[in-house]
């Protein structure tokens, strides 16, 4: 288990004043915390921030929206990087999701002040209040267009929306329970959901109907995810032909990431359990780096990389601190996650 070398969160607003100062701490399981500071003492010739670290600790490549740190003495560096652009007027209270479109120019979030909004995501100006779930939001993403979003609250309604005139176009009915989060299948003809009710539904959009329960595991879903198959993969054959709404099913996985501590794959046209993996505690969210290989990541902080086609004993498990893994996406040849700390 690696040591975790951290910095104050207002690091950048910090050192961007001459002689600022900012805390620095390096946690390794069993032992003492180091804590330690780094202040700016000006700038160099180039426009770049001078920055020294206490004893302890070395200072490394500096840029001006970057800083590299490293603790000698536990042999670990980490870059941190600062905020291009902070948008600070569009949610009173924390986010709790949020997708960017296709194109880049929209933003979509929800937050614990009890709202849905649409943004530019070139400057955050607010173009659309999305009003009509009852309770909070606690999903949403832009269909593959950017012209529509997808979202599911604890009123366990999943519902359709237009992004140019913020109008609920489609509402589903049929969870017992809140809708924790959804995924799109292709272009958006069919969409997924999971639930507190222990459920992971598909939905034909045409007909604003249920198509059927892809999987039913008695213990509330906290993530999905879904993407296509390696070949290899034996995805197994419906009980019954599935429905003529059905479009873009086959071959595709769907993951569930399960409090039960259990991530499961599932065939989604088929139905039938691809594989059940067992984690260190309840799995929150889950993703595709490819055909093969598979993220997930628990409340206790690990993220397991699996493959789909042996997952018997995961390739790796990462484990930077204790906080919950929240979200997890994947970004060139890695990925990015967010902890809860």
């Known amino acids: 288990m690696a040591a975790t070398l951290r910095i104050q969160s207002d690091w950048s607003r910090a050192l961007s004043r001459d002689e600022g100062e900012a805390w620095l701490s390096c946690r390794s399981p069993g032992k003492p915390t180091l804590y330690g500071s780094v202040t700016r003492r000006g700038l160099s010739s180039d426009g770049v921030p001078d920055i020294v670290a206490s004893e302890g600790f070395v200072v490394g490549e500096v840029t001006k929206k970057s800083i590299l740190i490293s603790c000698p003495h536990e042999n670990v560096s980490t870059k941190f990087l600062a905020p291009y652009t902070s948008f600070c007027r569009i949610h009173q209270k924390s986010i709790t999701c949020l997708d960017i479109s296709s194109g880049g120019g929209l933003g979509v979030s929800t937050s614990t002040d009890g709202t849905m909004k649409i943004w530019q995501a070139a400057n955050g100006e607010i173009r659309r209040l999305l009003?009509?779930?009852?309770?909070?939001?606690?999903?949403?993403?832009?269909?593959?267009?950017?012209?529509?979003?997808?979202?599911?609250?604890?009123?366990a309604q999943l519902k359709i929306w237009s992004a140019e005139d913020a109008s609920c176009v489609v509402t589903f009915k049929g969870h017992k329970g809140g809708i924790l989060d959804t995924g799109i299948v292709d272009r958006g003809r069919n969409v997924l959901s999971c639930s507190r009710d222990g459920t992971a539904r598909l939905w034909d959009c045409g007909k604003s109907a249920c198509l059927g329960i892809v999987a039913d595991c008695g213990s509330p879903i906290n993530g999905i995810a879904v993407g296509t198959a390696d070949n290899s993969l034996n995805l197994g054959s419906p009980e019954k032909p599935p429905s003529e709404r059905e479009v873009g099913t086959e071959g595709k996985i769907l993951l569930l990431a399960r409090e039960d501590k259990k991530l499961q794959g599932v065939g989604l046209q088929s139905r039938q359990p691809v594989f059940l993996f067992v984690g260190s505690d309840a799995f929150n969210?889950?993703?595709?780096?490819?055909?093969?290989?598979?993220?997930?990541?628990?409340?206790?902080?690990?993220?397991?990389?699996?493959?789909?086609?042996?997952?018997?004993?995961?390739?790796?498990?990462?484990?930077?601190?204790g906080a919950p893994v929240l979200s997890l996406l994947p970004y060139r040849d890695g990925f990015i996650a967010s902890q809860g700390n």
Do not use: K, W
């Open 131 to 155: 009003e009509g779930h009852v309770y909070d939001v606690n999903c949403c993403r832009f269909f593959p267009s950017g012209l529509v979003v997808l979202s599911g609250g604890m009123d």
């Open 285 to 321: 969210c889950c993703t595709f780096l490819s055909s093969t290989y598979i993220l997930a990541g628990t409340q206790d902080g690990n993220i397991y990389q699996l493959d789909v086609r042996n997952t018997n004993a995961p390739i790796q498990v990462i484990h930077r601190s």
